[in-house]
């Protein structure tokens, strides 16, 4: 079986899951090159108002898949990513969480400077910030919807990501209506191309499932590719509380037709 493909031009597969792992690594070591520069290595040691308060940072990190080691003869840490933080599943897979979580009508904003010269941790920490899923109203202003004040503190507490940054509240920008928050911050545009072809690629799929004798291998790739274009088409995906979602927002069907087509290829295996 020849199944419609969702190949583009723009967009790469490989590409995609290299990015996985390679932002993280990029952003460890982006960490540690800004505090090993501009004096910042005194700051460091200013970072913990007690051990206990490190190792409490340290260890919800390393739950989560990251591990900050202190060594005697060094004034920096040693960050380093796990198999589980490599491996952890993304949010796209569970969408549903993320949708439905109620929001309590304040903006998290994210403001940091970070000079020229230090140019890599500045791009490393802009990546961190859109794995994080929040939105870049300017290049140094970034918002979630979300509460990341733990993480944020986790951060502060193991990397001083404080001596460059500052983590605000506030429940509007003068003049600016939410859904205008929400269209500045993310590009729904780009979203929704994403999603759209999505939606177009596997509603054709969906239908040639209905002809007769699949085998078991034919199956598998499609299960395969849609597992790939399921990841690149919410790759971008905020996943916003329903109260912020936009009108024309497609992530929700996009979710909805990978259910049906998941239920009817395990059907067909049968």
């Not at 490190?54 to 796990?82: C, M, N, W, Y």
């Not at 791009?123 to 300017?138: A, E, K, N, T, V």
């Not at 002809?211 to 849609?226: D, F, I, N, T, V």
């Not at 990841?231 to 996009?254: F, H, I, T, W």
Request: some cysteine; charged content about 30%.
């Amino acid at each position: 079986m020849n199944w419609k493909s969702f190949h583009h031009p723009d967009w790469s597969l490989p590409v995609i899951r290299r990015r996985a792992s390679e932002e993280w690594l990029d952003i460890l070591s982006g960490f540690g090159e800004m505090l090993a520069t501009r004096g910042r290595s005194v700051a460091w040691n200013k970072t913990y108002p007690t051990e206990k308060a490190f190792l409490s940072a340290q260890r919800r990190l390393g739950q989560k898949g990251l591990v900050v080691q202190i060594h005697a003869k060094e004034d920096l840490p040693r960050l380093t990513l796990t198999d589980k933080g490599r491996t952890s599943q993304p949010p796209c897979l569970h969408p549903e969480r993320f949708w439905n979580t109620k929001w309590n009508r304040i903006w998290y904003t994210l403001i940091f400077d970070v000079p020229e010269k230090e140019r890599r941790f500045r791009d490393s920490l802009r990546r961190f910030l859109r794995r994080m899923r929040m939105g870049c109203l300017q290049r140094s202003v970034w918002i979630t919807p979300r509460d990341i004040r733990p993480e944020y503190a986790d951060l502060d507490q193991a990397a001083a990501v404080g001596t460059v940054a500052y983590l605000l509240e506030s429940r509007t920008v003068l003049h600016m209506d939410q859904q205008e928050m929400v269209q500045n911050a993310w590009d729904f545009d780009r979203l929704s191309e994403l999603q759209s072809r999505y939606m177009e690629v596997f509603t054709e799929n969906l239908q040639l499932l209905d002809r007769p004798a699949h085998s078991e291998e034919e199956l598998m790739e499609l299960l395969y590719q849609e597992s790939e274009a399921y990841l690149q088409a919410m790759r971008l995906d905020p996943l916003l509380p329903n109260a912020l979602l936009p009108a024309d927002y497609k992530g929700k069907s996009v979710w909805k037709l990978r259910g049906r087509l998941r239920e009817k290829i395990a059907q067909s295996l049968i």
